[in-house]
């Protein structure tokens, strides 16, 4: 079973960028889509962005024009590009591999992420 390895979270001001890296440990082109999730406190866990096998992409309306989902299949990562980041984007970020009908087939461990005011 593939592994997932989040990175690149942190504590930054609201306005601020960062980009959150998902490294597996074997091919994710036998995906048929890598998604990004968040969970904030007391809240729950969220689809934030997704892209196909494809290239195709989708977001959840409150990111869109703010954050950039990406991969490399070469480098088997999925990134996260987040711009202009809200406290309200405070959450552990999740990258999720799906299969076929959108069936999670992996998860990370997670990272955390805080956007300060």
């Known amino acids: 079973q593939v592994q997932l390895v989040e990175s690149g979270g942190g504590l930054v001001q609201a306005g601020g960028s960062l980009r959150l890296s998902c490294a597996a440990s074997?091919?994710?082109?036998?995906?048929?889509?890598m998604a990004w999730y968040r969970q904030a406190p007391g809240k729950q866990r969220e689809l934030v962005a997704l892209?196909?096998?494809?290239?195709?992409?989708n977001y959840t309306d409150s990111v869109k024009g703010r954050f950039t989902i990406s991969r490399d299949d070469a480098k088997r990562t999925v990134y996260l590009q987040m711009n202009s980041l809200k406290p309200d984007d405070t959450a552990v970020y999740y990258c999720?591999?799906?299969?076929?009908?959108?069936?999670?087939?992996?998860w990370g461990q997670g990272t955390q992420v805080t956007v300060s005011s």
């Open positions: 999720n591999a799906k299969g076929e009908y959108g069936i999670s087939r992996a």
């Open positions: 074997g091919s994710i082109f036998s995906f048929a889509a």
């Open positions: 892209i196909t096998r494809g290239g195709g992409t």
